[in-house]
């Protein structure tokens, strides 16, 4: 069953995708996939330089998994003035960076100006960077916080020199699982809004799993699914999409080094 589906080339369905992902052999998915990518795009493969940048650990929030927030008043917590971010970038970019990713915890009291001036900041001081920024809750908790709606937040955003939104933050989308794991960080159907909206306004964004967490397989689907959903919308409107999908494993803290 499993190589017919695959050899069909038909879209898979919840049940379809539960079957392969069960008992699918790994060879013959790959060379599929393979088969896929050179049929888009031959042998020509695409890279960026990028410099990561997190700005504060400081964060509202405590997602079971995290290791990397504090609390304001926790040991460790910090904040990067914004010449501090912006001496970073030109940093990277003096190095060979085309490209900043910008994130950081969800801070309580951080201003609307202090992103969009590290947005300008960087926008002036490094004009070719492209800057990769904020993800959708840190997007959320900027908009909450000036009583803004998300699309006039973004467009400021935008127009201070925001050139793409990463894909944080994602989790597994699965309402059940956000309330287990992060039940007080705005859920699943709110990641999709800010990706949705950011898409209308031509944004192009990333899309990441966090795998290896109390999720099922089941969950994964779900949520590849969800995911899918959404590209189908953008690519319609043929504006802004989902550029890249990035699976992350989770990292017990006693491994990160
Ligand atoms: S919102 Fe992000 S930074 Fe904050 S606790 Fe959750 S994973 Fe960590």
């Given at each position: 069953m499993e190589a017919q589906i695959l050899d069909s080339g038909a879209r898979l369905d919840f049940d379809c995708a539960m079957a392969l992902y069960e008992s699918a052999d790994l060879w013959h998915l790959g060379r599929l996939a393979e088969n896929y990518t050179l049929s888009r795009q031959g042998r020509q493969v695409y890279y960026s330089i990028n410099r990561h940048i997190n700005y504060t650990n400081v964060c509202r929030f405590q997602c079971r998994f995290c290791g990397f927030s504090r609390r304001p008043?926790?040991?460790g917590a910090y904040v990067m003035t914004v010449d501090e971010v912006v001496s970073q970038a030109r940093t990277a970019c003096g190095g060979g960076a085309c490209e900043v990713h910008i994130v950081g915890g969800v801070h309580p009291d951080l201003s609307f100006e202090y992103y969009k001036d590290i947005l300008a900041g960087i926008r002036q001081a490094c004009p070719n960077l492209h800057i990769k920024a904020f993800t959708a809750v840190e997007i959320i908790n900027i908009a909450e916080k000036r009583g803004a709606s998300l699309e006039d937040t973004l467009k400021e955003l935008m127009t201070a020199g925001l050139g793409a939104m990463p894909g944080g933050g994602a989790e597994i989308l699965d309402e059940r699982y956000f309330q287990r794991v992060c039940p007080n960080k705005p859920g699943p159907r709110q990641w999709l809004a800010v990706h949705a909206t950011a898409h209308r306004l031509g944004l192009m964004t990333n899309a990441t799993m966090l795998y290896?967490?109390?999720?099922t397989t089941a969950d994964r689907i779900r949520h590849l699914l969800r995911l899918r959903s959404l590209q189908d919308e953008s690519l319609q409107q043929g504006k802004g999409k989902f550029l890249c999908f990035v699976p992350l494993p989770y990292i017990p803290p006693k491994m990160i080094v």
């Open positions: 008043d926790q040991a290896g967490y109390q999720e």
